[in-house]
């Protein structure tokens, strides 16, 4: 059984949703996504092997109220509007003065908070699918660091919202294109990313870089013989 945050396997990507993980990967490398979601590639690493140990805290599925904040762990989430689906680590639904309950999502992350924003994308996912489930406006929620054991409060304001809705429909386009974006090599990102094998970023970089240097070569040879 593949759960809803599992890449799309075969025939299964036709008119199923996106998974939530697929725009976390999206924001942090477009051609990571479609690696893992288009061409079910994986590999693990000390990184994603110490995410994995995370998660299975909040894979228990079951709820809990403390302080009168109502916990729930593990909880399926799904956006047919916007065609995403997933599972939250944690939702805590705090009750407001009048009655009602607001969600607050939670994700769990190893390391620390980053540079680039796709843990805030994949949470603000989150904050859409809990809004068009419950009607409820979800303003905020949290992302959870094992390194720090502290919690990095995230405002769902318009450009994260948007930046989001971006990702989605860029996910949406790879899917139903089905291409695999070419390799670009970051450093900062490339080191760290389990596919990096696979992937072979600069690999595919330098035949166009040893392409340049020829025709430069063969420019600058022509102007010697010209001169």
Known sequence: MIGADAPLQGDEREGEPIPLSALQHAVYCLRQAALIHLERLWEENRFTAEGHQLHIAADRGDQRKARGVRRVMSLPLAAPRLGIAGVADLVEFRRTPDGTETPFPVEYKRGKAKLHRADEVQLCAQALCLEEMTGQSVPDGALYYAETKRRVAVPF???????????????????????????????????????????????????????????????????????
């Open 157 to 227: 304001d318009p450009d994260l919202r948007a930046l989001t809705v971006a990702t989605i429909a860029d996910l949406r386009e790879m899917f139903s294109t089905l291409r695999t974006p070419p390799p670009t090599f970051r450093a900062d990102r490339c080191r760290a990313c389990s596919l990096i094998e696979l992937c072979r970023p600069k690999a595919a970089a330098r035949p166009a870089r040893q392409w340049r240097d020829t025709m430069l070569a063969a420019l600058l040879s022509e102007d010697e013989d010209k001169s």
